[in-house]
């Protein structure tokens, strides 16, 4: 079945630890995107892809790197400099110029110890 | 500042009637809006959608409008079952400067259908 895998379901962190989310997708999607959701709060954007070996900040990309050396792969690693990491983290898939419609994984939820 | 906006953290409706989720935003530059439904602990998944040059998208049970003068759209649930009890996201999508479409989420709607 084509969709998108997030690995682990649960992650937990020592404080100061660098961790890295995993997201793949068997969709053939060129896009790929990583948000973070709060309670109470929307999905905002981290970091987005486009295209394979591009990447841009989205809107609170401070603390966080992402990878795309392949198409189906768009790792997310959470630095020590995110003052506050805790928190559900889903990526998401699209075509390259396809109306919005994004494609999410299943998500990853981060606490930090 | 918010661009989507869901003033409404919650709701709470009978089973079998209609449940109305009401969005709002602010840029005039969105040019197609979608709702998305979540559980807890998982990935939002896609529900319906509208293109700016449309008023009105029907699926089933599930109705958008989009009023674009009032920059405002609503999601009609009729009639509503206990399993449409999620987290219900508005999105407005529209092309960035680099050329790609981006999503900006409402922070959600907690519908709950009581039986």
């Known amino acids: 079945d084509g969709g998108i895998t997030q690995s682990p379901k649960y992650l937990f962190r020592k404080e100061g630890q660098n961790v890295t989310l995993s997201c793949e997708q068997n969709l053939n999607h060129d896009a790929m995107y990583w948000y973070r959701q709060d309670p109470g709060q929307g999905l905002r954007l981290i970091y987005y892809?486009?295209?394979?070996?591009?990447?841009q900040k989205g809107d609170i990309a401070e603390g966080y790197s992402v990878s795309r050396e392949k198409k189906e792969s768009f790792p997310l690693t959470v630095t020590s400099a995110q003052k506050n990491p805790t928190a559900f983290y889903l990526c998401a898939s699209s075509m390259q110029g396809q109306d919005g419609e994004q494609f999410f994984g299943p998500g990853t939820r981060l606490t930090v110890l | 500042d918010q661009q989507v906006k869901q003033n409404s953290p919650s709701l709470s409706v009978q089973e079998g009637r209609i449940s109305i989720l009401n969005c709002d935003y602010t840029n005039s530059m969105f040019d197609y809006f979608l709702w998305y439904k979540k559980y807890p602990a998982e990935g939002p998944t896609f529900l319906i959608s509208?293109?700016?040059?449309?008023d009105k998208n029907e699926d089933g049970r599930f109705t958008v409008f989009l009023n674009k003068s009032a920059k405002h759209l609503s999601l009609h649930i009729v009639p509503s079952q206990p399993g449409d009890s999620a987290v219900y996201f508005c999105?407005?999508?529209?092309?960035?400067?680099?050329?790609?479409?981006?999503?900006?989420f409402g922070k959600g709607t907690k519908l709950s259908v009581i039986p």
């Open positions: 509208i293109s700016s040059i449309k």
């Open positions: 999105a407005a999508s529209g092309v960035s400067g680099a050329g790609s479409y981006q999503l900006t």
């Open positions: 892809s486009q295209i394979v070996n591009d990447f």
